[in-house]
């Protein structure tokens, strides 16, 4: 059963960084691309990164280009995301997915509140 | 960057009703590299059809897709109590960013 599980949510000032972290079972993880979605609360969803295989090659929505940084452990089967320099329109739930062109398998979200 | 425009961004229909999602895409999205979400509240989205056309795996036939260029189209045959939720389209592919519509709630009537 492929299953893929946020942490590293939580509150966290303007300007301040944050770091989640996804991890990935039940599927050859080497073999995909991964993505970062979000939805801000009451919103709709937002495209914010992707990778692919080996890590070589990344995509950023361009609200979040020089701030947010997309990385995976294919060991660890293990997706990141590094977001600095917070602001209080990246407040959201981000949702780490798996590309198989399309977002095929989500996991359950993990929050984040960019708030003084 | 490719926008895309679902509408109506509210359907009201009644259980057993048939429903008609329409999503439109500013550019032509090549090789029907277009994407369908089911969101429920509380829950993370889930593919509902790939390829514009090709339901995932355990999606029930009521779900179909179809379109092609620039207008897309979901189409759920005999609405069931499960089906009212929020819909998003998305395209895909080699070109980022993968961008997501708006959203259309189907609500119940």
């Known amino acids: 059963e492929v299953q893929l599980v946020e942490s590293g949510g939580g509150l966290v000032q303007p300007g301040g960084s944050l770091r989640l972290s996804c991890a990935a079972s039940g599927f050859t993880y080497t073999t995909y691309y991964m993505t970062w979605v979000r939805q801000a609360p009451g919103k709709g969803l937002e495209w914010v990164a992707s990778i692919n295989q080996d890590g070589s090659k990344k995509n950023y929505v361009d609200s979040v280009k020089g701030r947010f940084t997309i990385s995976r452990d294919n060991a660890k089967k293990s997706l990141y995301l590094q977001m600095n320099s917070l602001r209080a329109e990246d407040t959201a739930v981000y949702y780490c997915?798996?590309?198989?062109?399309?977002?095929?398998?989500w996991g359950q979200g993990a929050l984040v509140t960019v708030s003084s | 960057e490719i926008v895309l425009t679902q509408s109506p961004g509210t359907l009201s229909l009644s259980p057993g009703e048939r429903a008609t999602l329409s999503c439109r895409a500013s550019q032509t999205i090549t090789n029907n590299y277009l994407a369908w979400y089911q969101q429920k509240p509380g829950q993370a989205p889930r593919l509902l059809i790939s390829?514009?056309?090709n339901r995932a795996t355990g999606i029930p036939d009521r779900f179909s897709g179809s379109g092609s260029g620039t207008d897309f189209t979901l189409t759920i045959s005999r609405l069931e109590p499960e089906d009212f939720a929020v819909y998003y389209c998305q395209k895909y592919g080699t070109s980022p960013p993968h961008t997501f519509g708006q959203g259309t709630k189907l609500e119940i009537k």
């Open positions: 997915t798996r590309e198989n062109w399309s977002q095929d398998y």
């Open positions: 390829g514009a056309s």
